[in-house]
């Protein structure tokens, strides 16, 4: 912007110097409705810059893509389910699952399938990314990765009713050693993901506690996504999540 802002405000001294009323060497001549200069000077620099800053956003935007994959080896893959108001986090090359607790391997690339049961939410880890947005009956992706072990938090950043305030998630970086183990104090869990457990955790509920679940079916984020509309507590978490 300064490419532009400069040259103006230099310009606009300039020419209010040499036209003053005192110079009478200065020639004025108003004639330049056809000066072919002036066409291209007025016309040529602000296409140049239109042209230079939509090849910028256009390079930034697809480098910054959040479905595109990250360099790394194979990324952890998640499934994150927005409800009222916690988050569902499922890992399906583990068969295990989780509530308001989300464990990652630091140096390596994450990669969200997101979606919700209720109103739609937007997914974010500040310390990690942008959000991305988490509907009923549809899929988006998010790919992350965290450069070295520690603590974060995680959230919904769309406004979704009475427990939006308390609806965030601990973010727990690893080592893959500690994520191993971690994985194991999961599956030491008494409880399973099933129809019946989903029920339950789909119940509207504020700062819900961290719930660990030795199992999770496979397919079960795809059932999820095929039959999120004709599930009745999904329905029903959604009314009472819009209404507030």
Known sequence: MLLVVVPVILMALAFAWRYRATNDRAAYSPDWDRSRVVEITVWGIPAIMVGLLATMVWDKTHALDP????????PLLVQAVALNWKWLFI??????ATVNELAIPADRPVSFRVTSQVAMNSFIIPDLGGQIYAMAGMETQLNLQANEPGKMQGRNMQFSGTGFPQQTFD???MTEADFDGWIERVRASDQALDDRSFAEISQPSIAAPV????SAPQGFFAGLLAGSADMPHAADTTAEGAGN
């Not at 890992?91 to 295990?96: A, K, Q, T």
């Not at 719930?211 to 030795?214: L, N, R």
């Open 171 to 173: 973010v727990l970086a």
């Open 211 to 214: 719930t660990y679940f030795a």
């Open 91 to 96: 890992y399906p090359d583990h068969g295990i």
């Open 67 to 74: 479905y595109k994959p990250l360099p790394g080896g194979e």
